[in-house]
């Protein structure tokens, strides 16, 4: 049973940075596509960074390139997303998923395992 746990969410001020944790269960790397996405109140479920083939191939969306990055810790099987430069319209729930493909993809039904979200508030 995969199973995905966020945890680093909080409250941080413009400018600054997080660090949020994806721990995996169930599932190893180097068979699974591993993303984030975020979802702000009242707006679809978007794509923020998605990790493959080992920690080889990486996509980031345009509004975070430059200020995110993915990477996985395979001895601990948990995902990163170091989230630096950080703007209000960040604020959102981010969200950890997989996908049992090694090919990244931006589209969230295409994964089929997601973890509760952590609330990641940015003020201005």
């Known amino acids: 049973q995969v199973q995905l746990l966020e945890s680093g969410g909080g409250l941080v001020q413009a400018g600054g940075s997080l660090r949020l944790s994806c721990a995996a269960s169930?599932?190893?790397?180097?068979?699974?596509?591993m993303g984030w996405f975020r979802q702000a109140p009242g707006k679809e479920r978007e794509f923020v960074a998605a990790?493959?083939?080992?920690?080889?191939?990486?996509n980031y969306a345009d509004s975070v390139k430059g200020r995110v990055t993915i990477s996985e810790d395979n001895a601990k099987n948990t995902v990163y997303l170091q989230m630096n430069s950080l703007k209000p319209e960040d604020t959102a729930v981010y969200y950890c998923?997989?996908?049992?493909?090694?090919?990244?993809?931006?589209?969230?039904?295409?994964?089929?395992?997601w973890g509760q979200g952590t609330q990641v508030t940015v003020s201005s």
């Open positions: 990790i493959w083939w080992t920690d080889s191939y990486t």
């Open positions: 998923a997989a996908r049992p493909y090694v090919l990244g993809s931006r589209v969230p039904s295409e994964y089929n395992y």
């Open positions: 169930g599932l190893t790397f180097n068979t699974h596509t």
